[in-house]
T-cell receptor, first 114, second 113 residues
Framework: ETGVTQTPRHLVMGMTNKKSLKCEQHLGHNAMYWYKQSAKKPLELMFVYNFKEQTENNSVPSRFSPECPNSSHLFLHLHTLQPEDSALYLC?????????????FGDGTRLSIL | DQQVKQNSPSLSVQEGRISILNCDYT??????FLWYKKYPAEGPTFLISISSIKDKNEDGRFTVFLNKSAKHLSLHIVPSQPGDSAVYFCAASVQGGSEKLVFGKGTKLTVNP
């Protein structure tokens, strides 16, 4: 039990489908993140939400749309994805305050685009 | 251009011996460094961190060393155990902004019984 839960764990979708990834954290943190991990590449930060406000969009294409309704929940809405978007999508959370705090990750959603 | 580099994709050690995982960085503004461990089908798990005001941090079998002049950090695991077999990621952030972590590609550690 990591304290950060992601659903679904696996998702296969066509390029014209619309789907959403869900993340929930039970750690009382105030910041949440989406990362992408492609094969043989480092984890890439996609979005940062701090107190429900988006503070970082790392040049992510608009076919990825994040939503953070409260500090415990984070969604990634997917629409018209491309085959190169197949990857492991990881959610993380942390307590942002004075001083450094580590991020805690969920187990990820393995996404495959047909 | 990769700001955090783990140049060894894999490392194999014998149980009971020391494992040394290395990480180099290029951005001199990085001031917070972390190591994560990842098992297959699981997310990364935080292991240990170090602030740039220190050169060593120890937690049980895990010690992280930071050499700021060389822009190099290392993770020492001693003694290594088969359960330590995993992919280890180095990460860094700038100016205390731990929200924006930059990760290396990872090193796969195999500890042989």
């Amino acid at each position: 039990e990591t304290g950060v839960t992601q659903t679904p764990r696996h998702l296969v979708m066509g390029m014209t489908n619309k789907k959403s990834l869900k993340c929930e954290q039970h750690l009382g943190h105030n910041a949440m993140y989406w990362y992408k991990q492609s094969a043989k590449k480092p984890l890439e930060l996609m979005f940062v939400y701090n107190f429900k406000e988006q503070t970082e969009n790392n040049s992510v294409p608009s076919r990825f749309s994040p939503e953070c309704p409260n500090s415990s929940h984070l969604f990634l809405h997917l629409h018209t994805l491309q085959p190169e978007d197949s990857a492991l999508y990881l959610c993380a959370s942390s307590q942002v305050k004075q001083g450094n705090q580590p991020q805690h990750f969920g187990d990820g959603t393995r996404l495959s685009i047909l | 251009d990769q700001q955090v580099k783990q140049n060894s994709p894999s490392l194999s050690v014998q149980e009971g011996r020391i494992s040394i995982l290395n990480c180099d960085y290029t951005n001199s503004m990085f001031d917070y460094f972390l190591w994560y461990k990842k098992y297959p089908a699981e997310g990364p798990t935080f292991l240990i961190s170090i602030s740039s005001i220190k050169d060593k941090n120890e937690d049980g079998r895990f010690t992280v060393f930071l050499n700021k002049s060389a822009k190099h950090l290392s993770l020492h695991i001693v003694p290594s155990q088969p359960g330590d077999s995993a992919v280890y990621f180095c990460a860094a952030s700038v100016q205390g902004g731990s929200e924006k972590l930059v990760f290396g590609k990872g090193t796969k550690l195999t500890v042989n019984p």
